[in-house]
């Protein structure tokens, strides 16, 4: 038999920045400097990407008998201007296997 990549995932870290919420509590106008955006790591599966975000999956369930087709949860969005820096950690290639 013969395979033949039909899908591939890339897990992933990505360094961000983005805007943070700073609770609704009364803040003077000195204290405003103590705060700023928010900056974070986040490691998953890479599943989708366009010109604008990504979306990293924390969890997948391959297609199997059961589940026709692959099947993520815990999904994040980032926007690619607050994105840093990305690393791809491992790669995950889905096969199909072909009679010769």
């Given at each position: 038999?013969?395979?033949?990549?039909?899908?591939?995932?890339?897990?992933?870290h990505i360094k961000w920045h983005d805007a943070a919420?700073?609770?609704?509590?009364?803040?003077?106008?000195?204290?405003?400097?103590?705060f700023g955006i928010m900056y974070g790591d986040i490691?998953?599966?890479?599943?989708?990407?366009?010109?604008?975000?990504?979306?990293?999956?924390?969890?997948?369930?391959?297609?199997?008998?059961?589940?026709?087709?692959?099947?993520?949860?815990?999904?994040?969005?980032?926007?690619?201007?607050?994105?840093?820096?990305?690393?791809?950690?491992?790669?995950?290639?889905?096969?199909?296997?072909?009679?010769n």
């Amino acid at each position: 038999m013969k395979k033949k990549p039909i899908r591939k995932y890339h897990l992933v870290h990505i360094k961000w920045h983005d805007a943070a919420m700073h609770g609704t509590g009364q803040v003077s106008f000195d204290e405003v400097s103590d705060f700023g955006i928010m900056y974070g790591d986040i490691a998953g599966w890479l599943i989708y990407e366009n010109d604008d975000y990504v979306t990293i999956a924390m969890d997948f369930f391959p297609a199997s008998k059961d589940n026709h087709q692959d099947n993520f949860r815990t999904l994040q969005s980032y926007p690619k201007s607050g994105i840093e820096k990305t690393t791809i950690l491992k790669t995950l290639e889905i096969y199909e296997y072909e009679k010769n």
